[in-house]
Structure formats: C-alpha cells, structure tokens
DNA sequence: TCTATTATACCGACCGACGGTCTATTCTCA
DNA sequence: TGAGAATAGACCGTCGGTCGGTATAATAGA
C-alpha cells in the first residue's frame, strides 16, 4: 500500500466524514473501525495517531454535529432587536428550519438517524447538543424572567423540558419509519402535528404565558418534513453537498 | 466439568439474576458472556441453549424488569373508589415509593443504575417500562378527560410526558452522582427537589388542573432517597432480598 | 417393568472478527 | 541531517457466536 500524507486536519474531517456515513448507515457497534479506515483508505497505525480509541472517534463525530448546530444559531442569540419570547421562537424556528432542511437534502440520513442500532450515537449526539444548548435556552429563559416575560422559578428545569421535547419527537419519527406503509405514515404526521401543538400549550402554561404564544412548527410543517422523501426523491443533492465539503 | 441439570425455569431465572448483577456493575458492554457464564456456572452451549444471542439476554433482563413494576401498580388500576386525579397521583405515588425503597434496600444497584455506561441497559428497561406502562396512563388520562377532570386534545402526548418527567429525573440523579462530595450532593438535592416542584406545576397546567393538583413527591422526599445510603448503610437488607428469592 | 427412542439440557473446543498495540518505515521541515 | 510527525500492517487478547457431541429425562412399545 503506498503511503500517502495529507494535511492533518484534512485528515481528521475525512475520517469523520467516513466514519459519519458508516455509522449512520451501519449503526455505531457495527461498523468496524476497519471498516472506517478500509473507506478512509489509511491503516489501523494512522488512525490511532488521530483518535484515542473507537469511542474517542464518536466523541468527536457528536462534538462536531454540536458545533455545526450550535453555529446556526448564533445570529439569533446576537440579535438585539429580540425579545425573550422572540428569541425562544427564533430558536425554535432555527432548530426546525435545520429539521426541515436536513429531510429536504439527505433524507438518508435522516431516516437512518431514527433506526434503533443507532440509539448509541444519537444518543452521543443529543448529549453534546444538549450541553451546548442548555447554557443559551437558560440565559434566554432567565432573561424573560428578568423582564417580567416569562414566569417559572426553574430556569434550567424549563430549558430541559424544551430540549426534552425536541427530542421527544424521536420517538413519534421512529414510528413512522417503523411502520413504512402510507397509511402508517398519514397516522404517525397527525400525531406528531398534534404532539407538536401539544408541545407549545405545554411550554406557554410551564412559562406563564397565554396560550398561542410559543410557536414551534407552523400548521403543516410536520408534513412538510415528513413528505419531503417524496417531493426530493433524486438524490443529486445530497450527493452535491457531499462534494462541495 | 460435571454436569448439573436444573429446572429450566429455575436455570433462566438464575442466568437473569447473574446478568443483572455483571451488567449492573460493568455495564451492558463491559460485562462479557464469559462472566456471565462463569458466574452462572454453566457453559457456552447451555446459555445458548436459553437465549439466542447477548441482545436477547438483554431484552428479556429489560421485560424482566418491566413486569414486576407493572405488577407493582396493579391494585391501584384495580381500585374503583379512586377518581381519574387519584389515581393518576396514586400511579406517581407508587413509582415514587418504589424509589425510596429501592434506594434504601439496594443503594449500590440503584447508583450503578445512573452510571454512564449503563446507557443502553436503562434504555432498554426504560423502554420496557414505557410501553408497559403507556397504555394505563393513556387510560387514566382518557377517563379523567371524559369525566371533566382533566382537560387536554392528546391523552397519548400527555402520557409520554408524564413519563418523560419520570426519566428525567435520571439526568440530575446521574449529575449527583458525578459530583460526589457532600455539597456536590447537597445542590443535587435541592436542584431535583425543585425539578419535581416544576414538574408538579408543569403537569397540572398541561391538564388544565388547578396549581398543587398533582403530587409527584411531598416536600424532602428527594432528601430521604438520595440519604437513604447513609441511614442505611448495612448491606443486610439487600442481602436478605437476594436471599428469599 | 424393561428397554429403545426421542427430546432436552448441557459441555467446551473452536471460529472469525473485533478493538487495540507495537515496531518499523517514510516523509517533512527546521 | 536529525527529530518527530505520519503512516503501514503484522500481531494480540478477547469478544460474541457456532458446532459436534454427550449425558440425562421423558416417552412409548413390548
């Protein structure tokens, strides 16, 4: 095998990236790292003088999916002309925009994100999410607080019910996919559109808000996402996102 | 080796209790057949003979786990003199009970239940449990809806709430854990002591109920469960619990 | 009641694949 | 030119799982 040397923080990305296609495709436990070094085209010696261990490996692969949504968001929170209120629905509109996107250009991944095998990485995902999100919703909550906007006297207990509930949509997703049939699918978009309406009464009762006031999904954008395999079924633009890295 | 032939039954149950036991200790993954065989005392081809593969061990440990909480609660389903809000709070009542008791009769099982690798075997249980315990809430809530009691759109969407709040107490236990200095635990306490005061509020407004309605756990009930160790420090309790099986 | 037969419980050597280690080699750059 | 970063790949112990076989229990025919 010809040696080849790359820069190594190119190095590094293409092994995430490799490792992020296998994982996602295979699930975490089984795909084999030599199966991440066979794609990445390197030897098992390259490989443990970029990562630690297999674990360290997802470490990374959870801390850069966390970046990349942390970074998304980091216009809202510099946006002075919002209000606490305006601030949470930006973020929450941010983070289903991202939703929205994501089952628009890859739906692959998309659905293979909701596959039980793996439960490990996206587990690893949501807790690096999580702890990169949890500061930000508490500052905003605390400032509502402040201002008279919101009333609760757990800031962080909100913020971990709102991050709850984004992620609590995983499991209404999962059965969808579950299911595969179109009838199947048609009961699991009314539930989760009726999930996400209860989502927000919830949140404006916890925050001491009037009813209406937390928007997180307008009318019909559960089905937007969800039939989003339909309205983009050619996978060039995946494939062109893939490249353009 | 000499062969020793045991009741089926009795030998399943056996394994059961020895893989409980390693994977509690070590973790799902950490835990290996072989220990587990080695502390069954039996061979590769006699736990094959039980169960199909390590994951089915697993999931029957997980259905294990589940039918004896379920069996737990049956009188309080069965009880016709409560109200759809007494018997919700008697449901919350019994699985807080549970807690406390766990906590004091077997404080090593209960710590190693929240440590980090033990990820995929409380998913498991957790998952379990939910499914289990789904259908009587979704009941529950259903009745109390009908009867004017509660008032929400999405009894199923509530009922996974209510459960998600029950989990979620897992994330601040684990915190606890993590720390372990006395002020560490200290914080802990009254950080979860307020978590469960939101909650209360959380689940009262999102049924429509009038503040201090719910009741998940009276006042200095998170204290007595996280300082059950220290007033129970004697291994005996857990050791006649093992014994009388 | 005494076999013959089948079904069940059990044994342990063995297998391929896994994650991880190690030494050797080659490249880069000061 | 020498130090150290980058790469290669043989090698290791352990893992979950398979397989051919054996001992015991259950059943049936005579």
Redesign the interface.
């Known amino acids: 095998m010809p040696r080849i040397i790359k820069h190594p923080e190119l190095r590094r990305e293409e092994l995430l990236d490799h490792a992020q296609a296998l994982f996602l495709t295979h699930g975490y436990d089984k795909a084999s790292l030599n199966d991440v070094i066979a794609a990445a085209g390197i030897s098992k010696g390259a490989f443990y003088h970029y990562f630690a261990s297999k674990e360290a490996l997802l470490e990374a692969l959870a801390e850069r999916f966390a970046r990349q949504a942390l970074a998304g968001v980091q216009d809202v929170l510099g946006d002075p002309a919002l209000d606490p209120l305006g601030r949470l629905n930006a973020l929450l509109a941010k983070s289903r925009q991202a939703k929205v996107e994501t089952a628009a250009e890859a739906w692959a991944l998309f659905e293979t994100m909701f596959r039980p095998e793996n ?2 990485l996206f ?1 690893r995902i949501n807790q690096a999410a999580s702890a990169a999100f949890s500061p930000l919703l508490v500052e905003i909550i605390r400032q509502g607080v402040e201002d008279g906007t919101f009333r ?3 800031p ?3 913020a ?2 709102v991050m ?1 509930f984004g992620m ?1 949509t995983h ?1 209404v997703i999962a059965k969808a996919f579950a299911g595969g049939s179109d009838a199947d699918m048609e009961i699991a978009i009314e ?1 989760l559109e ?2 996400v ?3 927000e ?2 949140l404006d ?2 925050l001491g808000l009037p009813d209406g006031s937390i928007r997180i999904g307008e009318p019909g954008y559960v089905r937007a996402v969800m039939t989003a395999r339909r309205a983009n079924p050619s996978p060039s633009a995946a494939a062109a996102s893939r490249k353009s890295r």
Chains 1, 2 share one sequence.
């Open positions: 439960l490990v587990h609760t006297f757990d962080e207990g909100v971990d019910i709850q609590a499991g539930t009726k999930r309406r209860l989502y009464i919830a009762r916890i």
